[in-house]
């Protein structure tokens, strides 16, 4: 079974930077997808940035020039700048072992003066 423990998440003003961490446990296969997504108020989960094992990654149209996404052996990390208040969600760590998806259990990133 996949564990992914969070962290990095806050409070954050417009214009700032934050980045994420999320440590995973328990990941057998060889391939697999790590990354985030995020969910806003009222609104449905969406893509924010994967990586794969092989280092081929996919970003949402709203990460590209201002979110990085890089990953250890099964540590991925979000450095997110230039942050702005749409940003603001919960944001989730993501691993597709297989056919199998793991979720953390949320980080809250809020961007607000």
């Known amino acids: 079974q996949v564990q992914l423990v969070e962290s990095g998440g806050g409070l954050v003003q417009p214009g700032g930077s934050l980045r994420l961490s999320c440590a995973a446990s328990g990941i057998t296969f060889s391939g697999y997808i790590m990354g985030w997504y995020r969910q806003a108020p009222g609104k449905q989960r969406e893509l924010v940035i994967t990586i794969t094992s092989g280092g081929s990654t996919n970003y949402a149209d709203s990460a590209k020039g201002r979110f990085t996404i890089s990953r250890t052996k099964n540590t991925v990390y979000l450095q997110m700048n230039s942050l702005n208040p749409e940003d603001t969600a919960i944001y989730y760590c993501?691993?597709?072992?297989?056919?199998?998806?793991?979720w953390g259990q949320g980080t809250q990133v809020t961007v607000s003066s």
């Open positions: 993501y691993v597709r072992e297989g056919i199998a998806d793991w």
